[in-house]
């Protein structure tokens, strides 16, 4: 199976490279440079329990600062670097820097963190040894991290897949479906895997309030979610009346701008100290 997946990875890097734009192979190559500089940085944006008001963890998200200033969005560099391999090391420094930013976020009362991982990561031969090691390293307290795949991870490759998220569970890392209902499994899929949490996609979030049938399908989720088991987390809510219907359909978490952007770490801890989130 490796080596067949090894030939897959081999075309896809392949194609694109020959379908890679002027602007992409610059972009590229910058990136390369805030990777091999360390000059990628960690945003965290805080996630709310619903029913306490109060955090119940932080997502890291990615940010590069290129050094005339400038900034580009993950929206256009995390795709490009699934595309070029560079989210090998890239991802590795944003789980490492997480992990080491667990402790401070600890002591200010963060009780978890959500670490995104792209399915170059995830399906790598070594990467649970690799998540071990970071662990180790870092002394992180297992039950601090969580990481979030997409459902599109899982499709693949399902049995070794299902391996690994046991072997993560048994550590004590909690497993999140980012981005659902935008990939093609279902609910009942969901359950037969060792994951605890689902995240809603802002897809369905973002005209919640005029639109009937994004209420039905996310009512939907939700009650099916909890069915089987899942906590179940809203993105992109930006909205008073998003948080009411989403309270209303018993969803557990909420996560968007109309709580808090992402934000560096320094501003997130003085975020928590002058609000009574925790
Ligand atoms: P995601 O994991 O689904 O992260 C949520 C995205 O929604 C973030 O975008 C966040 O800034 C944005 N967001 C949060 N609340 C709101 C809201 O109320 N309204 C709107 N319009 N947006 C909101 P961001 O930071 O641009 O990241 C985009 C995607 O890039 C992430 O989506 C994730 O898939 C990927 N990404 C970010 N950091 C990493 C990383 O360290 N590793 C990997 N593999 N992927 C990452
Ligand atoms: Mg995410
Ligand atoms: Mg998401
Ligand atoms: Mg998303």
């Known amino acids: 199976r490796a080596k067949q997946q090894g030939r897959n990875h081999y075309q896809f890097f392949s194609s694109q490279r020959k379908s890679m734009s002027q602007s992409d192979i ?3 190559s910058q990136f ?4 091999d500089t360390e000059s990628l940085q960690l945003y965290y944006q805080p996630i709310i329990d619903l029913t306490t008001g109060k955090l119940a963890s932080v997502e ?45 976020l600890q002591q200010h009362g963060v009780p978890r963190v959500a670490v995104n991982l792209s399915a170059l990561q995830f399906h790598r031969a070594n990467f649970f040894e690799q998540i071990e090691r970071i662990l180790v390293d870092t002394n992180t307290p297992t039950n601090m991290l969580e990481l979030e795949l997409t459902e599109s991870i899982l499709m693949e490759n399902t ?23 935008t990939g093609f499994s279902g609910l009942s899929y969901l359950k037969t895997l060792p994951v605890s949490k689902l995240k809603v996609d802002r897809a369905f979030i973002k005209e919640l309030s005029e639109s009937s049938s994004d209420q ?6 939700i009650n099916m979610a909890h069915q ?13 009346e998003q948080v009411q219907l989403l309270k209303q359909y018993g969803c557990g978490f909420a996560q968007g701008f109309y709580y808090v952007r992402p934000m560096a770490l320094a501003d997130l801890i003085m975020y928590l ?4 989130l925790v």
């Open 26 to 28: 610059i972009l590229r």
């Open 32 to 35: 390369q440079h805030a990777i």
């Open 60 to 104: 890291a998200l990615m940010r590069w600062t290129r050094e005339d200033g400038s900034s580009v969005s993950p929206a256009e560099f995390i795709p490009l670097a699934e595309a070029t391999g560079q989210i090998i090391p890239a991802g590795a420094w944003s789980l490492k820097q997480a992990c080491t930013d667990i402790h401070i």
């Open 159 to 181: 049995s070794n897949a299902i391996q690994v998220l046991e072997r993560l569970r048994n550590l004590g890392i909690g497993v999140a479906i980012d981005d659902f209902g």
């Open 216 to 221: 039905v399908i996310t009512q939907g989720i």
């Open 228 to 240: 089987v088991g899942l906590e179940v987390v809203a993105e992109g809510v930006e909205t008073g």
């Open 273 to 276: 100290k002058t609000t009574d």
